[in-house]
């Protein structure tokens, strides 16, 4: 599977869009993008997913770029509790779905 | 509905003893994953099960971690001889179907394995 490359970390005003970008210029046809978040002390949560259209669901979106070497998460009104770290994967369909988590970006939402 | 759980939720032990982690999936999920994650790092992966056969066991570090899942839902991992570096969070993850479709892998809140 691809690798990612994310800031290490990011700060984002609260009510505030919080963009949070991925590069993955390795990505390969059959890979698709994911995003986990992991708040303090808890297991990681499923955000959203896509192969090369944009997403939304009522988490986040998810822009992909045309290209498909980078990605932008957008949590759109970021609130306290969006404080965490945020994953981004690649992942083939041809594996065993296994994810392959790197650093992550720690978000910190501030009043 | 219940998600995934995990017990214990601490594990204090001592070095060279013997471990069992427990890990109860969403029902009707057929796919398990183990995930290993150390302190400041991501999860990394231990080991992937399809129903009751481990199809994937790449992730396990060495011979002292081993994992069952006898009937195709519970898991358990189990760890020997234990060591100072095994102290970590242990996760699970179970998904609805398993090999390479896209639905949703699901955590556990993790069972933090601390060896003294």
């Known amino acids: 599977d691809a690798k990612t490359t994310q800031p290490p970390s990011m700060d984002c005003a609260e009510g505030r869009a919080a963009n949070l970008p991925c590069n993955h210029s390795?990505?390969?046809?059959?890979?698709?993008v994911y995003w986990y978040r992991q708040i303090h002390s808890q297991g990681p949560q499923y955000i959203i997913h896509?192969?090369?259209n944009n997403e939304t669901n009522e988490m986040a979106s998810l822009i992909i770029t045309e290209d498909r070497k980078s990605s932008t998460l957008i949590l759109p009104h970021a609130t306290l509790r969006d404080t965490a770290v945020y994953y981004c994967?690649?992942?083939?369909?041809?594996?065993?779905?296994?994810?392959?988590f790197g650093q992550g970006t720690t978000l910190q939402v501030k009043p | 509905g219940a998600g995934v759980s995990q017990t214990p939720s601490n594990k204090v032990t001592e070095k060279g003893k013997y471990v069992e982690l427990r890990c109860d999936p969403i029902?009707?999920?057929?796919?398990l994953y183990w995930y290993r994650q150390s302190l400041g790092q991501g999860p990394e992966f231990l080991i992937y099960?399809?129903?009751?056969?481990?199809?994937?066991d790449s992730g396990l570090p060495n011979d002292r971690f081993f994992a069952v899942r006898p009937e195709g839902s519970v898991s358990t991992l189990k760890i020997q001889r234990t060591e100072r570096g095994d102290s970590a969070v242990y996760l699970c993850?179970?998904?609805?179907?398993?090999?390479?479709?896209?639905?949703?892998?699901?955590f556990g809140p993790g069972t933090r394995l601390t060896v003294l």
């Open positions: 993850a179970s998904r609805l179907a398993g090999g390479g479709n896209t639905d949703t892998q699901y």
């Open positions: 390795t990505i390969s046809g059959n890979e698709y």
């Open positions: 896509g192969l090369k």
């Open positions: 994967i690649v992942r083939s369909t041809s594996n065993t779905g296994k994810l392959i």
């Open positions: 029902s009707g999920h057929t796919a």
């Open positions: 099960f399809q129903g009751t056969g481990a199809a994937d």
